[in-house]
């Protein structure tokens, strides 16, 4: 989603802004744009596109300035182009913004019907317009964004600059982030706090319904009436090396190698390496009362809570309703204060997981959040954080976070069935044992398996449409595999339940559709190999994602048959992982797509 900065500075804001943009440009944006005061002027330079078709206008016409907003758009009303692009002027009124505004339609008619005239489609210009007629009408600039703001509804963060103030910036937020840096003499404000990690590490998060105001004398915030409000600040843990690929040819590549290493870091806040236990979780969930789980959360992250479900019923006897964080906000779903809610995502910053969040809190559940970001929203509205400890995901399709994901809610799911006594001591110190081997195996797996998985993306890449099957916990797994390749290769996939397979999309099959299997030896082998074999029956090429037993197993032709060790299964999902990845990543670097920011996608979804 669209990236926010602002700096009130010292020396010149111009590369600095788009520095930072630089930093956010893992949300995903399609143009981008910088404005800054200088001698009493307003000034921008916007440009579609990256953000070098920005630095290439700067570079030809310089922006200087001390003061300045800048924006990463991902467009929402409106097409990506220059003119949609923001920061949006009105009258000496500069405006970015993230989020939706929702009654934008009719402020634009009202705002036109008084004279105004709209230069974009976009719902961000109301916010400029009503600015002006306001501070037109008389209102001072605190005053007219108290009133702009409660005018407009919908989720935001809004950042503003008046041509006449070159000393202040006014922001409020209501959904997406904003996070404020407390610099030596400057003062910064930026959707994450990695985007103002090169200037400053005193951060100072913004709640929904905060006003804020940056001037050279420091932060003062405000509610929507003008009452001021404290908001204390911390020292944030993001830090500019983040943003390195290091060797590597994409962040996506970079996150995939990074598995081993980080998923042992993840794990050991959950088990004790040495004892083989797990340890006692935060004491804000007691999973020995509870009648029920509800999981909710979206895309990758909704499909690692439908692996925890597994596992939170089969290790804990713990009934889980889990549900995409779209529809779940609005179901209406009967909850128990008797239950407990987990809500899963790297950002934290997910609109539509917040609202289910919200929707549960409001039921009486204590609510836990499985997230990599420990500051969000997300995070700092629960009563229990597990954090997944991935570090900074950059690239857009979710790779580390999945597993490391998966590698808490194995580790929660062990520790809820010791809770409820239905997991013995035995048996968790044999699954913490494979857990603690799980880095080993990656690492392995990883080098093993690249060299065959890129010769079959050539292949891969050459076909328009490719279904993934699996059952038991291999299903989810089999539709993550779906969204990876969709989403980064663009080619068409879907994943299904194998046992549903002959319920409809056998249909489809023949030699112009692989079968992607995912099929470890495991208690379900025998019937998955029974859907492998009605797809060969019908022509179908498959791709068999198996172990060495299941491939001694199996007398199936395949088009390939991908090997790994053989591993228990509670460490099976994430070491399946790694092959479905490596294939979504080579197929989509043979296609030559834009693998870390695919089109139309953004990092962190802050809008329904
Ligand atoms: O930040 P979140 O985990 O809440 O994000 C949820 C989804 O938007 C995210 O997992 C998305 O599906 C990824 N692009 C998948 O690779």
């Known amino acids: 989603m669209c990236g926010i900065v602002g700096i009130v500075g010292q020396e010149p804001v111009a590369a600095r802004l788009v520095d930072a943009l630089r930093r956010l440009e893992y949300r995903g944006y399609d143009s981008a744009g910088v404005a800054t005061i200088h001698e009493g002027k307003l000034d921008r330079r916007r440009a579609e596109g990256k953000l070098f078709n920005l630095e290439k206008k700067l570079d030809g016409e310089q922006l200087p ?58 719902d961000t210009e109301v916010v400029a317009h009503l600015l002006a007629k306001y501070t037109r009408e008389g209102l001072g600039h605190r005053e007219a964004m108290l009133a702009m703001l409660n005018r407009v509804s919908g989720a935001y963060a809004l950042v503003v600059m008046f041509e006449d103030d070159p000393g202040t910036i006014l922001s409020a937020r209501f959904g997406p982030p904003l996070a404020i840096g407390h610099g030596k003499g400057e003062m910064f404000l930026g959707s994450d706090a990695i985007a103002l990690s090169p200037f400053t590490n005193e951060i100072t998060y913004l709640v929904d319904g905060d006003v804020a105001i940056i001037n050279h004398k420091g932060l ?267 989403e980064i290769s663009y080619i068409h996939a879907e994943g299904y339940a194998a046992g549903e397979l002959k319920h409809g999309p056998i249909a489809l099959i023949d030699e112009h559709m692989p079968v992607i299997v995912i099929a470890p030896y495991d208690r379900f082998f025998e019937k998955t190999v029974s859907n492998m074999q009605e797809v060969a029956a019908r022509g179908g090429k498959i791709i068999f994602i198996t172990d060495e037993k299941g491939a001694a197993a199996s007398k199936l032709e395949t088009m390939a048959t991908i090997t790994l060790p053989n591993v228990d299964e509670i460490i099976a999902p994430m070491i399946f992982s790694l092959p479905i990845q490596l294939l979504a990543y080579h197929t989509a670097v043979f296609m030559g797509t834009d693998v870390d920011q695919p089109r139309n996608l953004a990092k962190s979804v802050t809008v329904e």
Not at 342 to 352: R, V
């Open 65 to 122: 300035g001390l003061i300045g907003i800048a924006h990463t758009r991902w467009a929402t009303h409106g097409v990506p182009n220059e003119a949609n692009a923001h920061p949006h002027f009105v009258d000496g009124v500069a405006v970015v913004h993230n989020g939706i505004i929702e009654n934008f339609s009719e402020l634009k008619d009202e705002l036109i019907a008084d004279g105004a005239v709209f230069t974009s489609q976009t």
């Open 220 to 486: 003062e915030v405000m509610d929507y009436q003008g009452k001021p409000v404290t908001r204390k600040s911390q020292i944030s843990q993001a830090t500019a090396f983040m943003v390195d690929k290091g060797n590597h040819r994409h962040f996506m590549e970079k996150e995939i190698y990074e598995q081993p290493e980080i998923i042992s870091h993840a794990l050991g806040h959950y088990v004790d390496f040495a004892s083989h236990t797990v340890k006692p979780t935060d004491k804000a969930i007691d999973f020995s009362k509870l009648s029920g789980l509800a999981i909710s959360a979206c895309g990758t992250a909704y499909l690692a809570g439908l692996v925890g479900k597994y596992w939170f019923e089969r290790y804990a006897r713990l009934p889980v309703e889990i549900d995409v964080a779209s529809e779940f906000r609005y179901r209406e779903l009967p909850l128990s204060p008797t239950q407990a809610a987990l809500f899963i995502s790297q950002s934290g910053e997910t609109a539509d997981t917040l609202a289910s969040l919200r929707y549960s809190k409001d039921q009486g559940l204590k609510i836990g959040a499985i997230v990599n970001v420990r500051e969000s929203t997300i995070a700092r509205e629960s009563d229990a954080i597990f954090p997944i400890l991935a570090g900074p995901e950059i690239g857009v399709a979710s790779t580390k976070a999945f597993t490391c994901q998966l590698a808490v809610l194995a580790s929660l799911s062990i520790a809820a069935g010791r809770a409820r006594g239905t997991v013995s001591e035995a048996e968790e110190k044999a699954m913490v044992k494979h857990l603690a081997e799980m880095p080993r195996i990656m690492s392995k797996v990883l080098n093993d398996i690249q060299p065959q998985i890129e010769t079959l993306s050539r292949d891969l890449s050459r076909f328009k449409d490719v279904l993934y099957l699996g059952r038991g916990t291999s299903y989810p797994l089999a539709m993550e595999g779906a969204l990876k390749l969709k």
